[in-house]
């Protein structure tokens, strides 16, 4: 009975121990989302000498959450590299869109890419950064719940409508 005693305090202390871990608090951790990038994913796929590049992406959203969870504000920092194009490619814009694979959606987070300020190659990589883009918490909510619903995808003058596609994945 003694010992049955003190093992029913052990592990009531080790409950009452758990009762402090706010391991079910909000997080405000980084959200990181990454796609494979190509040409084969655009809607229609690249038929022209566009078609043989490859990419990847990394999206790293920076949320703040409220008591409840839910995401109450955040940016973005991208960065993608792209490779395996013909030389005179460059990408003139780089966004998220909604929409499903094999479905094309409007434009929803930008990342400032430009036809005036492109990003072009350099020894047959293009590779683009920038930090802080502010995302609406709704949009980033929406793409948090369904990433696959969602994608990301550079365009070229070549392929204004785009060059190279994925669907995001959640890494973290």
């Known amino acids: ?7 029913l305090l052990g592990v ?3 409950g009452a121990a758990g009762c402090d871990d706010d391991s079910t608090s909000p997080s405000n951790l ?3 989302m990454t796609a494979n990038l190509s040409p084969a994913n655009e809607v229609p796929p690249i038929a022209n000498a566009e078609n043989t590049g490859t990419g990847a992406v990394q999206i790293t959203f920076n949320v703040t959450r409220d008591g409840t969870g839910a995401i109450t504000s955040g940016t973005a920092d991208f960065h993608f590299q792209l490779s395996g194009f013909p030389s005179s490619t460059t ?3 780089a966004h998220i869109h909604p929409g499903a ?3 094309n959606g409007g434009v929803i987070v930008n990342t400032g890419i430009v036809a005036a300020n492109p990003v072009t190659q350099t020894n047959g990589v293009m ?3 920038v930090n802080n883009v502010s995302v ?3 949009t980033l909510q929406a793409i948090v ?3 696959a619903g969602y994608y990301f995808n550079a365009h070229s003058p070549t392929n204004p409508g785009g060059v190279a596609r994925g669907q995001l994945s959640r890494a973290l």
Do not use: E
């Open 91 to 93: 990408i003139v814009a």
């Open 101 to 103: 694979a094999g479905v």
């Open 30 to 32: 980084p959200i990181v």
């Open 1 to 7: 009975m003694k010992r049955s005693g003190v093992l």
């Open 127 to 129: 590779t683009f950064s």
């Open 12 to 14: 009531c202390l080790l």
């Open 136 to 138: 609406p918490a709704a």
């Open 145 to 147: 719940n369904n990433p």
